[in-house]
């Protein structure tokens, strides 16, 4: 790692494919290319040289680096834009990270010091090579897992003096369980660990070995950041910008311990959090919701009209249908798995009710409807898993090209399974009319 600032002057740079250079001041995009005699050429985004800077190469590396070599850019940035669809892995403000030397704040570690790694349950010391910062704003119109909220973890909730304090995490962050990574959302017990609703903003902070690892932070097993393609979320301290070799890392290959998600091994280690939450009396931070089995399954046209059931019947809903309809939507309450059932379930789609046959009968004949069960890419619906049965988002488009003709029709639906619903919350989608 070298730093490099305004009016430097250096020859004989030494430098490979896992090099990586800051240069200080920068914080524009730009653009660094191998001149003639291997001299470093440093443009902005419209080709215009930045004067300040005379590096160059040391013969060793113009021969790795010809003439032209454009090095690959890291450019960072204000703050996380909470529109793009990443996974925020990282600590806020005033975590303790365990090092050689004692505790220290995560937003004090500055790259180049010291953090106490584990690696099969043998410290290991290992150097920083990067340390990130951003800004989350809270959507608290999404739900709490989505939303942004920190997932505060309290002390003693793993175990006794574990951790020792407070500790503050985004929902993705993992901690380490029996040689596993668990992300803190599936842990959620609404007592011991729970979603902090008295922040609307805050700072976070990552902090990256060479290789992922295992670090400590207030006292608490849990992960280093892991470069899944979300570093440009994150500006670094010292508002630098770096150039140089940055391999995008993934979770199966890459990371110090698998990532565990399945109800399997998560429940289990809920359930023991979840008693231990109950035996040291913490507080109820939020109440279970109610549930309901109620679909309030109706139609809506594709010009807004609500149709409700005419007849319910061994599980068939009828519905009458006007005449030169040509398609409608199966309208319901929707739920997500990890709300109705746990936070262990690591299931995010909602699902608003099971749909077997489906049969439209008109004054000449009946037509079988089958498009739910043969077009995968219908909107509103979720994924094929038989050809029998299709569970519905809450919102399901279904073409009934059939009911064009000149008089009302009767549509039949077989409903195989629906709810539970949390009785507070429908799905956002869920009452949106399509045109």
């Not at 979720?382 to 519905?392: I, M, P």
Request: a negative charge.
């Amino acid at each position: 790692m070298l730093t490099l600032h305004s009016g430097i002057s250096i020859t004989g740079l030494n430098i490979n494919n896992d090099s990586l250079i800051t240069f200080a001041e920068l914080t524009q995009t730009i653009k660094v290319t191998v001149g003639k005699n291997g001299f470093l050429s440093i443009a902005d985004s419209n080709g215009n040289i930045i004067s300040g800077y005379s590096i160059q190469l040391s013969s060793a590396s113009q021969k790795q680096f010809i003439e032209g070599t454009v090095f690959s850019i890291q450019q960072s940035s204000n703050q996380y834009d909470n529109n793009r669809d990443q996974v925020i892995v990282c600590f806020l403000a005033d975590s303790l990270i365990k090092t050689p030397n004692g505790n220290k704040s995560v937003e004090k570690i500055i790259l180049g010091d010291k953090v106490i790694t584990y690696a099969d349950g043998v410290e290991v010391t290992r150097p920083i090579t990067w340390v990130g910062k951003s800004t989350c704003h809270v959507r608290p119109h999404l739900p709490e897992d989505e939303a942004g909220y920190p997932v505060r973890i309290l002390k003693g909730a793993i175990a006794e003096n574990v951790p020792f304090k407070d500790l503050l995490i985004t929902a993705e962050h993992c901690l380490f369980f029996e040689g596993k990574f668990v992300p803190a959302r599936l842990l959620v017990n609404g007592r011991s660990i729970f979603y902090d609703h008295s922040f609307t903003s805050y700072d976070y902070y990552h902090i990256e070995t060479e290789e992922h690892s295992v670090v400590m932070a207030d006292g608490m097993l849990t992960e280093s950041y892991l470069d899944t393609g979300n570093r440009r979320s994150f500006r670094q301290q010292g508002d630098v910008v770096s150039i140089g070799h940055s391999r995008q890392m993934t979770w199966n290959k890459d990371s110090a311990a698998p990532l565990e998600v399945s109800r399997t091994f998560v429940e289990p280690l809920f359930r023991v959090l979840e008693k231990r939450a109950n035996k040291v009396g913490y507080d109820i931070q939020s109440e279970p919701r109610p549930l309901t089995y109620e679909s309030d399954l109706h139609l809506v046209t594709g010009s807004g009209t609500v149709i409700r059931s005419t007849r319910r019947q061994n599980g068939w809903v009828v519905f009458m249908i006007p005449e030169r309809i040509e398609t409608i939507y199966l309208v319901s309450n929707a739920s997500r798995p990890c709300d109705v059932i746990g936070p262990f379930v690591d299931d995010r789609r909602y699902f608003g009710v099971a749909v077997g046959d489906i049969t439209l009968f008109t004054a000449e004949r009946a037509f079988a409807i089958d498009t739910h069960l043969t077009d995968a890419d219908l909107d509103g619906w979720n994924s094929l898993e038989n050809d029998s049965t299709r569970w519905t988002t809450g919102n399901a488009r279904l073409p009934i090209s059939h009911s064009a003709h000149s008089g009302p029709a009767l549509l039949s639906i077989r409903i195989t399974q629906e709810g539970p619903y949390i009785t507070t919350e429908i799905s956002p989608e869920n009452h949106a009319l399509k045109a």
